[in-house]
């Protein structure tokens, strides 16, 4: 009798698992072991080999993550940057333009304008809030559309069903980066996107002891960029997988105990007289908590927000806290602060970051695990030290 798993919660735990176990073993075995006896491939991409992404290892993942945004494939990488790169490389060539969300990580705002040009391809940066203004920026050789689901760092949702809309109307290939999100509050190609970009060393791992990353979405998109990547070598080692693939089953109680934590941390720092701003789309105060709160199943573990007495007193917040580490990674277990302007968005002028809304003072929070109680009790004293 063929299995089906009906719920995000028995898919993270059984989808993609071997059929029958292999010799009985519960949990997913590492296949260490570069290359595989040949059995009469007759593609190159289908010879078994790490650097081509088709171990056991890399199937029992690329299975699950489809099935978890219920699309059609999916693809591990070496690192989100990889999963980024490769895509953009591979449904773009020399000549090609594209439209891209203007706030975006760091990592890619850097990629697409110091990198993509010497590739021949151009851009131009949208307004994520604002359909009525993407028209005039199309043109003849116009090939994609680029978004985030949460904006690294300031938590903007941008109007997402008008981006696959737009995408459909003028025949443009949608792409999202959906890691702050995770499949547990936003699933993409539910909503028509083609594809759907992580960087798994977040919270689809979980644990901050990897770098991954993934694409999800069209199987002949996924087919394209998997034979960019054989090429390219950002393949993800059989051991890495492993780890991610045992992240992954713990994802929805993970991430749902996150959102919950940090909204209620949210609401605390909204009412603090400390703090001067806070983005969190959970709250009622945010500009787009309407359009999240019709998108999403919740609004994340990210926050992000300023206190009143800028840099300094930023930096001594920092200081004073106990229970977040200073890091700039997200969605692990442990709560991780930090300040984008000298991290994740450091590649960027400063400039570029104040046109954004990216100020020196701005605090980014990835919130963990821990007792919600212990975090804000380490705030409320951080804040009046």
């Given at each position: 009798m063929s299995k089906i798993y009906k719920?995000?919660?028995?898919?993270?735990?059984?989808a993609g698992e071997p059929d029958p176990l292999i010799n009985g073993a519960v949990?997913?075995?590492v296949f260490q072991s570069s290359t595989f006896e040949y059995t009469g491939a007759t593609s190159y991409n289908d010879l078994k080999y790490i650097r081509l992404n088709n171990t056991p290892n890399h199937i029992a993942l690329h299975q699950k993550l489809a099935a978890l945004e219920n699309t059609e494939a999916a693809l591990v990488t070496a690192s989100g940057m990889a999963a980024i790169s490769t895509t953009l490389l591979s449904i773009l060539s020399s000549g090609d333009h594209f439209l891209a969300q203007e706030c975006l990580y760091g990592g890619t705002?850097?990629?697409?304008?110091?990198?993509?040009?010497?590739?021949?391809?151009s851009y131009d940066f949208i307004d994520g809030d604002d359909p009525g203004s993407w028209e005039h920026k199309l043109k003849p050789n116009t090939k994609a559309i680029y978004v985030e689901t949460m904006t690294n760092p300031l938590?903007?949702?941008a109007d997402l069903k008008a981006v696959v809309e737009f995408a459909k109307a003028h025949g443009l290939i949608s792409l999202i980066d959906n890691t702050f999100s995770s499949p547990v509050n936003f699933r993409p190609p539910e909503w028509g996107f083609d594809l759907s970009l992580h960087s798994c060393t977040k919270y689809l791992n979980g644990h901050s002891d990897i770098v991954a990353g993934a694409v999800i979405g069209r199987a002949d998109l996924i087919e394209k960029i998997t034979h960019k990547l054989n090429h390219l070598g950002g393949s993800l080692d059989p051991h890495a997988c492993f780890l991610l693939h045992r992240g992954l089953k713990t994802l929805a109680v993970r991430v749902k105990y996150q959102n919950e934590s940090a909204l209620t941390i949210a609401n605390f720092l909204e009412k603090h007289s400390a703090i001067k701003k806070i983005n969190y789309p959970g709250l009622e105060s945010h500009p787009r908590h309407q359009r999240a709160s019709e998108l999403f199943d919740g609004f994340s573990g990210m926050l992000s927000f300023e206190l009143n007495d800028g840099v300094q007193a930023t930096e001594r917040f920092i200081e004073n806290t106990t229970l977040p580490?200073?890091?700039?990674?997200?969605?692990?277990?442990?709560?991780?602060?930090?300040?984008?302007a000298i991290t994740s968005h450091s590649g960027m002028s400063?400039?570029?970051?104040?046109?954004?809304?990216?100020?020196?003072?701005?605090?980014r929070l990835s919130v963990?695990?821990?007792?919600t109680e212990d975090i804000i009790e380490d705030f409320d004293q951080a804040l009046n030290a």
């Open positions: 719920h995000l919660e028995t898919k993270l735990i059984h949990s997913m075995p705002h850097d990629f697409i304008t110091k990198d993509l040009e010497t590739f021949g391809i938590l903007q949702v580490i200073s890091a700039p990674s997200l969605g692990g277990v442990e709560s991780l602060i930090t300040r984008p400063p400039k570029d970051r104040q046109a954004l809304g990216i100020s020196d003072a701005l605090i963990g695990i821990e007792a």
